[in-house]
């Protein structure tokens, strides 16, 4: 059965922080790896990933896969408050989308 | 552009009341899909659509009807609500599997 597990369920860090978010998944088919931020509404895109060892980027985000070992890590440097969200992660497999439980980071000042 | 537009945004059910729900995008999407979400367990696929016209099952169908007339619309039907359907649903369209999904706003529906 296809899997994606994200770790940790959640994390508590202090404004200015690094923070590195999990992602690993067991899957038939593999074709892509989204990551997504969720506030109190609608998931939001972030990052869609095919390729291991490609690092996508976009300000203090950035994200990396790794096909060989089964995970992606969400890094996200120099926390700020409206960084506190859910992040979920998401792997495309025989054309579905399989989504991990999320990671709920809360940022304190 | 409005995007992905779901209505009602709230809805309060009895027990074995009916209802639909109504998702509307404008970005020419072949791609719908219609989700719930409950605390601590993510996001469930329900139903899905690659085009006018087709529909297909997703993880969780069971007690849901969907129909995809029109290419921009996508609706998901309550026939008889139960206190399990009782979530946050999501619809989302994108250009094709694995690629970016563009959430709509949400409905939360309780069920009584």
């Known amino acids: 059965e296809d899997k994606v597990v994200q770790s940790p369920l959640s994390l508590v860090v202090h404004e200015g922080d690094t923070v590195t978010l999990n992602c690993s998944y067991e899957v038939t088919n593999f074709r892509s790896l989204l990551w997504y931020k969720q506030e109190k509404k609608a998931p939001t895109f972030l990052f869609m990933l095919t390729s291991s060892g490609i690092e996508k980027k976009s300000g203090r985000l950035s994200s990396i896969l790794d096909k060989k070992e089964l995970f992606s890590i969400l890094n996200i440097t120099a926390t700020q408050t409206g960084d506190s969200a859910v992040y979920l992660c998401a792997v495309c497999s025989n054309y579905q989308l399989i989504w991990g439980a999320g990671t709920k980071l809360i940022i304190k000042p | 552009n409005a995007g992905v537009t779901q209505t009602p945004k709230f809805r309060v059910l009895k027990t074995g009341q009916s209802m639909t729900l109504l998702c509307a995008q404008d970005m020419n999407h072949e791609y719908m899909y219609w989700y719930r979400q409950d605390p601590g367990m993510g996001l469930r696929l329900i139903h899905y659509?690659?085009?006018?016209?087709?529909?297909a099952k997703g993880e969780v169908p069971d007690g849901y009807n969907v129909s995809r007339l029109k290419k921009q619309n996508f609706l998901l039907g309550l026939e008889s609500a139960a206190p399990s359907q009782t979530s946050v649903y999501f619809c989302?369209?994108?250009?094709?599997?694995?690629?970016?999904?563009?959430f709509g706003p949400g409905t939360r529906l309780t069920v009584t």
């Open positions: 659509s690659v085009g006018e016209g087709t529909t």
């Open positions: 989302a369209s994108s250009t094709g599997f694995g690629y970016e999904q563009y």
